[in-house]
C-alpha cells in the first residue's frame, strides 16, 4: 500500500478532530497490570489552547535539517554505546549543533572539510549554515508561546589575545552571542561563566566549570532550556508505585504515570514507538522501548523521519500508556572522540584555526555538555549547556485502534519540535 506523504502539523490536526469524537479514555482491562488498586481511566484534562507557530525553513534548510537529525540519532548512538555501566544519559543534539554551528566560522581548509563532513554538511556553505541556525533557533523559541524554549551562545575568550573580529562579527549577527574577554586566571572567573549557565537554564546546570586556568584561549558555549505541560496531563491519582526492570537485572519499585490518550504508534519486530503532545502540539515526546531480547542499539533510529514511519506502519491509536516519574542528570566530557568515530579523518589543524588574529602555540580542543531531564504528571523540563574549549596544551485513512505500552524496563526518549522534527534532546532510561 501506497501512503500519501502528509505534514506532521497536517495529520495531528485530522487525528485530533477524529479522536475528539470518541471516546478515547476508555481501554479493555489488561490482567498483568501491576496496579494497587483498581483504576478507572478518566477522561485527561486538555491545557488552554495557545497559538503555535511551526517552523518554516526553506528548501536548502529542510536538506540541511535532514542531514542534521541523522547526525543526531548516529551522535546518540555513540554516546549510548560508549557510557559507563549503570548510567542514565541524555544529550542535547541541538545545543551541540549551535555550538558546532559557531565553531566552523572559525575554521578554514581541511579542519573545516573535516567538521562539515562529520555532521553531514559537506555540501553547504558557512553562509548557509548560519542562515539555518539563525532560522531555527528562532522558530522554535516563537513556536509557542505557551512552552518555553530558549537558547543562548556566549564566546568566552583570554584577555591577553585580540579575537578575530570577523568571526565575532558572525556570531554576534548570526547566534546573538555574548562575547567577553576572560582572565582565566581569577579564579572569580569560572564564577562569572557558571552564573551565566544558571541563568540561561533556569538553575538547573549551576556548575558547568570547575575552574579556568591562564592557559585557555576561550569556552564557546551554548545552552538551551526547555518547559512545557503536557497537551494532557497525567492523572496523580493514577500514578503507583510499581516494578521497574532495570539494565542490570535488578528490579525497584518506581512511581509509574498511567494514562490513556490518542497518539501516533509504532510496532516492529525491535521496538514500539510512540509520541506524547506537549501543549498545543509545537513539541513531541518520543518514546522508543527495545523490544525484550533485541540489541537495545538496534531500536535506535539512523535518523527520525515522521513520513518514513508512516511509510513503516505507524498508525493513530488509543494507547494505554504507562511511564517513569523521573529525573535525570549526565556529563559526556568526550564527544570530539565521538565525532571521530562517526568521521574517523576528523583532525584540527592549527593552521585552520582563525578565531584569534595570531595563535602560534600549538592548541588542544575538547567538548563536552551537561543536561538535565524531568518529567512528571504535568509535563516534562529539560536543559543543557554545551562548551567546546581551547587551551594551549595537545589535547493514510485514519483507523483507531487501541495499544499498550509499559515503559517498565529501559527505553529512548527524546522531545522533538513537531513540524521539522528537530530532536532537542534524546535520552536513555534504564539504570
Not at 160 to 186: C, H, P, Q, V, W
Not at 193 to 217: H, S, Y
Amino acid at each position: 500500500m501506497k501512503y500519501k506523504k502528509y505534514n506532521f502539523l497536517t495529520l495531528i490536526i485530522v487525528f485530533m478532530s477524529v479522536m475528539a469524537t470518541l471516546c478515547i479514555w476508555s481501554c479493555s482491562n489488561k490482567d498483568d497490570l501491576a496496579i494497587d488498586e483498581p483504576y478507572e481511566p478518566q477522561p485527561e484534562e486538555l491545557v488552554t489552547r495557545h497559538s503555535y507557530t511551526p517552523v518554516q525553513l526553506n528548501e536548502t534548510q529542510q536538506a540541511i535539517n535532514a542531514k542534521l537529525q541523522e547526525f543526531s540519532w548516529k551522535l546518540f548512538k555513540e554516546v549510548y554505546t560508549n557510557r559507563q555501566p549503570g548510567t542514565n544519559l541524555m544529550i542535547s543534539p541541538i545545543s551541540l549543533e549551535v555550538d558546532l554551528g559557531m565553531f566552523i566560522n572559525g575554521l578554514e581548509g581541511e579542519t573545516l572539510k573535516d567538521v562539515l563532513k562529520t555532521m553531514g554538511l559537506e555540501n553547504y556553505t558557512k553562509e548557509q549554515i548560519n542562515d539555518f541556525f539563525q532560522t531555527m533557533m528562532i522558530g522554535i523559541e516563537k513556536a509557542d508561546e505557551a512552552a518555553i524554549f530558549k537558547s543562548a551562545n556566549a564566546f568566552w575568550y583570554n584577555q591577553d589575545k585580540k579575537a578575530n573580529s570577523d568571526f565575532l562579527s558572525i556570531i554576534k549577527e548570526k547566534y546573538d552571542a555574548k562575547a567577553e574577554a576572560m582572565d582565566f586566571g581569577d579564579p572569580k572567573t569560572v564564577d562569572v561563566i557558571n552564573a551565566w549557565c544558571a541563568e540561561q537554564t533556569n538553575g538547573r546546570i549551576d556548575k558547568m566549570l570547575d575552574f579556568t586556568v591562564p592557559a585557555e584561549l576561550f569556552h564557546l558555549m551554548n545552552a538551551v532550556y526547555f518547559k512545557s505541560r503536557w497537551a494532557a496531563v497525567f492523572s496523580k491519582e493514577a500514578t503507583k508505585v510499581q516494578p521497574f526492570y532495570y539494565a542490570d537485572g535488578h528490579t525497584a519499585d518506581i512511581a509509574l504515570m498511567h494514562t490513556n490518550y490518542g497518539t501516533f504508534y509504532l510496532d516492529t519486530d525491535e521496538y514500539q514507538l510512540a509520541t506524547k503532545s506537549f501543549v498545543d502540539g509545537a513539541f513531541q515526546f518520543v518514546m522508543i522501548l527495545p523490544k525484550e531480547g533485541v540489541d537495545a542499539t538496534k531500536a535506535i533510529p539512523e535518523i527520525y523521519n515522521f513520513e518514513k514511519y508512516v511509510n513503516m506502519g505507524m498508525k493513530s491509536v488509543n494507547l494505554e500508556l504507562f511511564l517513569p516519574k523521573f529525573t535525570s542528570d549526565y556529563t559526556e566530557n568526550n564527544l570530539f572522540n565521538y565525532l571521530a568515530n562517526i568521521n574517523p579523518t576528523l583532525k584540527f589543524l592549527q593552521d585552520d584555526m582563525s578565531f584569534f588574529e595570531d595563535i602560534n602555540e600549538d592548541t588542544g580542543l575538547a567538548a563536552i555538555q551537561k543536561t538535565f531531564f524531568l518529567v512528571d504528571e504535568e509535563g516534562a523540563e529539560a536543559a543543557a549547556v554545551s562548551d567546546i574549549m581551547n587551551v594551549t596544551a595537545p589535547g493514510p485513512s485514519i483507523q483507531i485502534e487501541n495499544a499498550y505500552m509499559r515503559l517498565d524496563r529501559p527505553f529512548f526518549y527524546a522531545i522533538v519540535e513537531s513540524n521539522t522534527q528537530c530532536p532537542l534532546f534524546i535520552g536513555y532510561y534504564g539504570n
